[in-house]
């Protein structure tokens, strides 16, 4: 087993692997297996990364060294990396005000921040405390009409230039390891409270101060005394509209101003419509492994559904994306750019905002450095000639 730093210093940090290993030790064993895990066996979850490994980088030699174009367009708005950070909800059990820290690391590194539906700050909390964000807002259908209305009304006052809406969790998946934490709905099992009390650093920082966080954007919806994390919890197993199709998606879309995306694509049809629907992309993604267990990998359904989008919207993927090589294959692969969830909540995890500002510097550096070594000179030079798979010929 590799020995990782375990210290106070972000800035010793040297790998995303290495900010997962200290965020471990911080949290405590419910909140790092919330994180950290996937459904079922987690195949899905493994061979998300595993996929990776099937591609070698296809370098040049002898190309001058000038510092790689890492800037470039995502979903139609300028960025300064190939990437956004994706949604995840209730990060506020792994570090105070956390989705803020997140929408000030990616400001600070000119990426995209995408609030979840089920974020513990709210859509007029994280605009007010970082007005310079480009902010996305994902978007987990409701059954009621008018609630729904109402958050995209907010999330566009908030000015949110892209909608993201998530279709792979109309059912929540089965993850085993987050029902074994629990006795009963949000009871921690006796095991699990005692092992809180091994982190007390987590329980001062998280607990103590204000209990579990709420869910500030559903909030507004909830009746007095049921702002609670658990009201906020029965309120979204009650309203997630289970019956999401296309045509409830083009009503989304026509009540929509700005540019929305589609979050969960695995197969080439689904990306067919999309297209058809006037979206401005799709995100391949399989939630992280965190629903169907037996999904193939995101990398993999990206290399099918490439070839059917062909540059006709953007094409992001999600799922297993740790290194800067991990994007340059998913770019290569047609790509124009991925989303970071546990990747940054590691860092998040670990250190505040201070963990996710290193995480994205991370990940910067080796994108250029290894572009560099390819003796590729940016982002928008990259495509499948930069890539090896058994069985190519090149
Ligand atoms: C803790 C956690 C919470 C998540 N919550 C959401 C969410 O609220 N909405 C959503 O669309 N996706 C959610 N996701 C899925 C991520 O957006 C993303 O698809 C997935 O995590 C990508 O895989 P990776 O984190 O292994 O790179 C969540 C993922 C994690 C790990």
Request: proline share 5%; net charge neutral.
């Amino acid at each position: 087993m590799r020995r990782y730093y375990r210290g106070y210093d972000p800035q010793r940090i040297l790998s995303v692997a290495e900010m997962a290993y200290v965020a471990r030790h911080r949290l405590p064993g419910f909140a790092w297996e919330y994180l950290q895990g996937g459904a079922e066996d987690e195949s899905t979850l493994q061979c998300n990364r595993s996929a990776f490994q099937q591609y070698r980088l296809h370098s040049k030699t002898l190309v001058p060294n000038d510092p790689p174009i890492l800037a470039g367009s995502l979903v139609g708005s300028a960025s300064q990396l190939p990437l956004a950070i994706g949604p995840s909800g209730f990060n506020g059990m792994l570090w105070p005000n956390a989705d803020v820290e997140l929408a000030r690391a990616a400001t600070a590194h000119g990426v995209p921040f995408t609030l979840s539906t089920v974020a513990n700050a709210s859509l007029e909390q994280v605009r007010q405390q970082v007005p310079d964000a480009d902010l996305w807002f994902q978007l987990y259908a409701l059954k009621d009409p008018s609630l729904e209305q109402d958050l995209l009304q907010r999330a566009l006052k908030a000015g949110c230039s892209t909608l993201v809406v998530t279709s792979d969790a109309l059912v929540v998946g089965n993850r085993e390891w987050d029902r074994r934490n629990f006795a009963s709905p949000r009871q921690l099992t006796l095991a699990n409270k005692l092992n809180v009390l091994t982190r007390p650093g987590w329980l001062w920082r998280v607990m103590v101060p204000a209990g579990l966080p709420t869910m500030g954007n559903l909030n507004a919806y909830l009746p007095d005394g049921e702002r609670t994390a658990l009201g906020a919890m029965q309120f979204i197993a009650e309203q997630l509209d289970t019956r999401l199709d296309w045509q409830r998606l083009a009503a989304i879309r026509a009540n929509w101003p700005g540019k929305m995306i589609l979050k969960g694509v695995l197969h080439p049809d689904d990306a067919r419509m999309a297209i058809s629907l006037g979206l401005d992309g799709v995100v391949v993604s399989n939630h992280g492994g965190r629903q169907l267990d037996g999904a193939s990998s995101s990398l993999d359904a990206l290399a099918r559904i490439a070839p059917v989008v062909d540059g006709r919207i953007s094409l992001l993927l999600d799922g297993g994306v740790r290194r800067g090589t991990d994007i340059i294959k998913a770019l290569a692969l047609g790509a124009e750019g991925v989303l970071l969830a546990r990747t940054t909540l590691y860092g998040v995890a670990a250190y505040g905002g201070a963990g996710v500002d290193r995480v994205l510097t991370i990940v910067q550096e080796e994108l250029g450095r290894s572009l560099n070594l390819m003796g590729c000179r940016g982002i928008t030079s990259l495509d499948r000639r930069w890539l090896l798979a058994q069985g190519d010929s090149q």
